[in-house]
């Protein structure tokens, strides 16, 4: 069995980063096939060595309903050829594409505008060309029939000791360990870090290649964390247990609201990662 995560988003490493959520959901599992991400070039080292495969997506060529077959998304997935498409958000690139031969297209969604269930008008959204439309995190439209916990790139028994971040830093204990953390736009680290006032220890930019991937098994072992409220850093608190320990920054984003995400999903209670769901239903798909 093949599974192809596709994604087509640029701003900061989150779908990345949700993308081998899903890899290490799979290989919990026992996922003995391959998986195989598929997405815009990373400017992140992590992304090196790892399943992601950078595909560019140009958007004159993808809405194009003549020339998107050919596109290089369309191309890529054709010669991996998947038993099953997880796609993230981004369904426009693959409106003209889908379905592929013998493959079965999910779409994953977390908060978004609501024309994103519409789409411009030479590119409308088609659910039915999905089997499953999954909401992958506590809000709700119609069109989403399924949902699950978010998905997050770790569970709680897979972090580092609550001392290897303060020994890997050669933190005295004596000393609070105050980290500030993103994986977002450039230059947005200073102003989470203003949010510290002065106190932070260690400093984690995705961008920088010396940045522990993934962090979220790092952070317990921190005393005070400042962070982007975007989907990944959120849940990975609230999942791994040191969200009150965590102060959120909500940066503006076009398809993503993280001020509704501080202000609404705060009393949440994850029961599962969505990732391991996420995993079962797809290694029970076939």
Known sequence: MRVAYFTAGTVGAGHFVRGVAIGRALARRGFAGEYRMFGPPLPFPAAAGTAYQPVPVVEEIVRDPARAPESEPARALAAFAPDLLLVDMFWGPLRHVLPLAGCEAWLLVRTCPRVWFTGPPDTPFEPAQFRRLVAIEPFRHALLRERIDPIVVCNPDECRPRDALRARLGVPPDRPLVVVTHAGVRGELARIEETAGG????????????????????????????????YNAFWEARWLGYAARTRFTAFARKIDDQAWRLATCRGYAMQANGADTLASWALGAR
Do not use: K, T
């Not at 220890?201 to 975007?230: K, M, Q, T, Y």
């Open 199 to 230: 106190e932070a220890v260690a400093r984690f930019d995705l961008f920088g290649p010396d940045a522990p991937f993934p962090i979220a098994e790092w952070l317990p072992g921190a005393d005070r964390i400042h962070a982007g409220a975007g």
